[in-house]
Nanobody, 127 residues
Framework: QVQLVESGGGSVQAGGSLRLSCAAS????????MAWFRQIPGKEREGVAA???????SSTDSVKGRFIISRDNAKNTLDLQMNSLKPEDTAMYYC?????????????????????WGPGTQVTVSS
């Protein structure tokens, strides 16, 4: 049974940093397409950053230069380093993983690409 569990969320002031981690069990993250999404109540879930099975990374424009996605195959975790946080980054953050190997680059930040989801971790940034 595949399980994804996020950790590392919390409250921080604007300009601060947080590091999210997604621990996978029953699933090897090595050579898989995975991503971080975020959602605020009443809005669509948004793709934040993703990593292709070949290591290519993609991120949404609003976090470019501030967020870094990385994969630790030895620990079987997917991390998201978030720097220079802004109040508009406040959201529930979700880890997502694809069931099969391979994915299209242009679909990396699309919800429909992913089959497994974690329960989420809340990030709150105050001004």
């Amino acid at each position: 049974q595949v399980q994804l569990v996020e950790s590392g969320g919390g409250s921080v002031q604007a300009g601060g940093s947080l590091r999210l981690s997604c621990a996978a069990s029953g699933y090897s993250i090595s050579s898989r397409c995975m991503a971080w999404f975020r959602q605020i109540p009443g809005k669509e879930r948004e793709g934040v950053a993703a990593v292709h099975d070949d290591g290519f990374t993609s991120s949404t424009d609003s976090v470019k230069g501030r967020f870094i996605i990385s994969r630790d195959n030895a620990k079987n975790t997917l991390d998201l380093q978030m720097n220079s946080l802004k109040p508009e980054d406040t959201a529930m953050y979700y880890c997502a993983a694809k069931q099969n190997y391979g994915c299209y680059y242009y679909r990396l930040l699309r919800q429909a690409e992913y089959h497994y989801w974690g329960p989420g971790t809340q990030v709150t940034v105050s001004s």
